[in-house]
Each structure stands twice: as C-alpha cells, then as structure tokens.
C-alpha cells in the first residue's frame, strides 16, 4: 500500500516520541519466524558443551536470533524436546551436540534446520556437521610423546560409543603404526570423560603391573584424574610418566603440574554452527557442509620439565 510522505512522516514521529517497539511475537507470526535457535546438549555443566552454547548465542544474537539451550540425558527427553521445539516450530533451527552419544540420533525431525556438533552425521552429507578433527587431534597427541622418547604410551578414552573418542582411537592408533610401535590394545582403557575415570585407568595399569611411561587421556577430566592417580603411586610426572589431556580447560595452567593438552577452540565451533544455521535459512540452494577444526598443542610441565 502507497503511504503519503507527510503520513508515514506523522507516523514515524509519534513511534519516537511513544518509544514504541515492535511486538517480538507479533513479528514473528506476521513472518512465520520465531527468530530462535535451540541448543540442545547431554548437560549443561560441560565445560566444552557450554564453551559451544556461548560461541554460538554470541554468533545468534550478532544477527537478532535469540539462542535456547537445554539438556536431555537420555533419549525420550531428547524425543520430548524435539516435539516441543521443532515440531511445534517454536524454533527455526536447531544445534544438536553429541547426537550419537545414545539413541538420540533417532529422533531428529526430517526437513528441519538442524547442525550436529562434535559428530558427522552417519547418513553423509544430509545434515552439516561442525567439530574438531578428533582422528588429528588424537595423532598429534601421540607425535608429541613420540618425540619425546616414549614408546610405552597408553591412553584413556571416552565413552566407546561416541564417535570423538573412536576418531581419537583412530589417530592414537595411526601415529603408533607410523612410527613401527604394535598397538597394545590392553594399553587402552575406557573412561567416561570424569577425573574419576582417569584415576581409575592408572590405577588399573599400575595394578596389572603395566605401567606405561606416558598417558594420552582424551579429556583434561580424566587427565586430572591420570595425575592423581601418579600422585598416589609415587610416581613423578613427568619424568616417570607424562600426561596429555585434551581441551584446555581454563584450570588446566593450574593443575599440579601444569598440564600438555590439545587446546580446542569450542566457542569458534558454537559460532560456527550457529553461522550455517543462519545460512540454511537464509539460502534456498544451501548445500549441507562439514567443518572440521584443528587442535593447537599447548605443552606444559606434564610432558616437559620447564615448560610453558
């Protein structure tokens, strides 16, 4: 509809001097957007899953999307978020962390905005997927041990059924292949991501009377958990073990000894989901992508005497 000049000039005077501000849900079903993300991740005491949630609400709200974030610990609370968020569209897309670390995977709604973070979808490329390279991460941990003399490297993985600590299997396994070492597949113990976990692993090899020289746990938890555990052996990190951790928790300086870690950037890969969720939307020829970032090595005294 054509509007006078010296009307809408009337209009737009008496919106100044009201302060008058466009109702948000008025807008949003005049546009059929609720211009919203969701996050939704197994908890939201993680540090890594809550390092995500930041990056990306920054990333959300740089461009006027409000960002939810909410937990579900098992799959039908997952279900019943998905009913609730999706289903009923009060969202316009979704950013799912850890989708494969139950049986969450299936129910993520079809013909829905939605980015996996810290897993590849297992069905290709029809959904996009941000994360570290976990298989590097892992090779890059190992190199470093290696180049330090240790030949008798044990690790401390995650859950077995999560795909980041079956691509971090894949690079310790790679990096020990490469430099002629046979994997010793009783050098590798399962955790569950806690410092607990992480005690309980070298607790383990020291009671099986296989202690290895130098551990690679693939969190800063369980690594914690690792020189501990040293600790209470008597064992003198790092001269008589050394211990690699993964993340670089804001703790991690602090830890007695400082700890080696494979610093990820989890808030540049919250930006980066919320980035291709605004893409998706706002790109009817959107073609669904991986991004997968690198890991800088930070060494400190856990693997060195003197370092940083």
């Not at 009201?18 to 079903?29: F, L, T, V």
Request: net charge negative.
């Amino acid at each position: 509809m054509d509007v006078l000049p010296e009307t809408r000039a009337l209009v737009e005077d008496a919106i100044e001097r009201m302060g008058y501000r466009p109702n948000a849900i008025a807008r949003s079903m005049a546009r059929g957007k609720t211009y919203t993300f969701a996050c939704i991740s197994p908890n939201l005491t993680d540090y890594t899953f809550a390092s995500v949630i930041e990056g990306a609400e920054i990333e959300a709200r740089r461009h006027g999307y409000f960002l939810l974030s909410a937990s579900a610990t098992n799959p039908e609370a997952f279900r019943e978020l998905i009913d609730e968020l999706a289903k009923h569209r009060r969202v316009d897309g979704l950013i799912i962390i850890n989708p494969y670390v139950d049986e969450r995977s299936k129910h993520i709604p079809q013909n829905f905005p939605v980015v996996f973070v810290g897993s590849l979808a297992h069905d290709k490329l029809t959904i996009s997927s941000v994360g570290l390279d976990d298989e590097k991460v892992a090779y890059d941990a190992i190199k470093h041990l290696l180049s330090l003399g240790h030949t008798r490297i044990a690790m401390v993985t995650g859950p077995l059924e999560e795909d980041c600590s079956q691509d971090r299997i894949k690079g310790y396994q790679r990096a020990l292949e490469e430099a002629g070492i046979p994997v010793d597949q009783s050098s590798i113990i399962e955790g569950d991501w806690s410092a607990t976990s992480g005690q309980n692993a070298l607790l383990s090899f020291v009671d099986q009377g296989n202690l290895p020289t130098a551990v690679f746990a693939q969190n800063d938890r369980m690594a914690l958990g690792v020189l501990r555990a040293a600790r209470d052996a008597n064992l003198k990190v790092p001269s008589q073990l050394a211990v690699i951790g993964v993340d670089d928790m804001p703790l991690s300086s602090y830890f007695d000894p400082p700890l080696t870690t494979m610093q990820q950037d989890m808030p540049r890969i919250g930006q980066e989901a919320a980035s291709i969720l605004l893409d998706m939307l706002q790109n009817k020829d959107f073609i669904p992508r991986v991004v997968q970032f690198p890991a800088q090595l930070v060494v400190r005294q856990s693997t060195v005497e003197g370092g940083d």
